[in-house]
Nanobody, 116 residues
Framework: QVQLVESGGGSVQAGGSMRLSCVVS????????VGWFRQAPGSEREFVAN????????RYADSVKERFTISIDNGGNTVYLQMNSLKPEDTAVYYC?????????WGQGTQVTVSS
């Protein structure tokens, strides 16, 4: 079984930065793509960014482009989400996810709160 463990959430003021980490317990063919989703209160879970482990190809939601950067360590087991210029609307629970064409595994989530 694959486990995803997130860390790095917390509170920050608008304009600040934060980095989230996601450790993937093992590499399998079912964890080709690792990414982040978020869910704000009363809202649907939405895609934020993902990265293909083999090529480091990254994709971003329009709402976070040029503010967030997703990356992967050399070992391929830890994925980072560097979030800069944070806005109050970025407040949400952030979930790490891994899969092929869609998430097959989810982390437990980490809260990110951005105050104005």
């Amino acid at each position: 079984q694959v486990q995803l463990v997130e860390s790095g959430g917390g509170s920050v003021q608008a304009g600040g930065s934060m980095r989230l980490s996601c450790v993937v317990s093992r590499r399998t063919v079912t964890t080709v793509v690792v990414g982040w989703f978020r869910q704000a209160p009363g809202s649907e879970r939405e895609f934020v960014a993902n990265i293909t482990r083999a090529t480091s190809t990254a994709r971003y939601a329009d709402s976070v482009k040029e503010r967030f950067t997703i990356s992967i360590d050399n070992g391929g087991n830890t994925v980072y989400l560097q979030m800069n210029s944070l806005k109050p609307e970025d407040t949400a629970v952030y979930y790490c996810a891994a899969g092929i064409f869609k998430p097959a595994y989810w982390g437990q989530g980490t809260q990110v709160t951005v105050s104005s």
